[in-house]
């Protein structure tokens, strides 16, 4: 006897919404604005609550893949918290380091790339900004292609802001001095900031390649759309 196939339960709005990778979007938006409510006033706790929040960006997404909740609700959920959360920080760091150029620079480049790549993804018709098969610059697959590789990277790259926050005791400190008192004595401290400049900068130069790249989709469309008869 042929076994009756079970019915699906029928998908709602509101049962998107309340998927468990989400929900832990929503938690991760509240422990962020509260985070930064308190940044000046706490620094530690800042520091732990960012942290805590960064690291769910990979357990909401390890939950939507085993519960089987992958939604693009929740992936835009979470690049908007990230960049969202990313350059809030680099804004206070911008206002606690001279040259503050140098973060708000930071905080153009990670929001300009990544905008571009996901609409450069809409126009490909792509599922995912992450799809890079198609690409041609090694460092680009090597960094969408490898999670372990772009997760050292990301975490690298927040530690090093995190830890820039940190040694901040006033609101004029210098950058390359506070980097310069760090390489001058060797502590667990600057092989930590040693390690994470490295993946900031592999961060950095992906989002140069990745702001080049969606560029240049966004003018191929132009001229493959103004060459169509």
């Not at 835009?76 to 708000?104: E, H, K, N, W």
């Not at 930590?192 to 950095?204: E, H, R, Y």
Request: hydrophobic share 50%; proline share 3%.
């Amino acid at each position: 006897m042929a076994k009756k196939s079970v019915p699906q339960p029928r998908l709602t709005k509101l049962s998107v919404y309340l998927y468990i990778p989400n929900i832990i979007g929503y938690i991760r938006v509240l422990m962020n604005c509260y985070a930064f409510a308190i940044c000046f006033s706490n620094k530690q706790l800042f520091s732990i609550l960012y942290f805590v929040s960064f690291v769910c960006d990979g357990v909401d997404g390890w939950c939507a893949r085993k519960f089987n909740q992958v939604s693009t609700f929740g992936a835009v959920l979470d690049m908007v918290t990230d960049r969202i959360s990313t350059a809030c920080l680099l804004v206070i760091l911008s206002q606690v380091y001279r040259p503050g150029l140098i973060f708000l620079s930071l905080l153009a480049l990670d929001i300009g790339s990544h905008w571009l790549q996901m609409y450069s993804t809409f126009l490909l018709g792509k599922a995912s900004h992450k799809d890079v098969k198609d690409s041609t610059n090694w460092l680009f697959k090597a960094y969408y292609g490898n999670r372990m590789f772009m997760a050292y990277c990301c975490v690298a790259c927040e530690v090093l802001y995190i830890i820039l926050f940190l040694l901040a005791t006033n609101n004029t400190e210098n950058l390359i001095e506070v980097l310069m008192r760090l390489a001058n004595h060797i502590t667990p401290l600057s092989v930590l900031v040693g390690l994470s400049l490295f993946g900031w900068a592999v961060k950095q130069a992906i989002n140069c390649i990745q702001l080049k790249t969606a560029a240049d989709v966004c003018v191929l469309h132009d001229i493959n759309k103004k060459q169509s008869p």
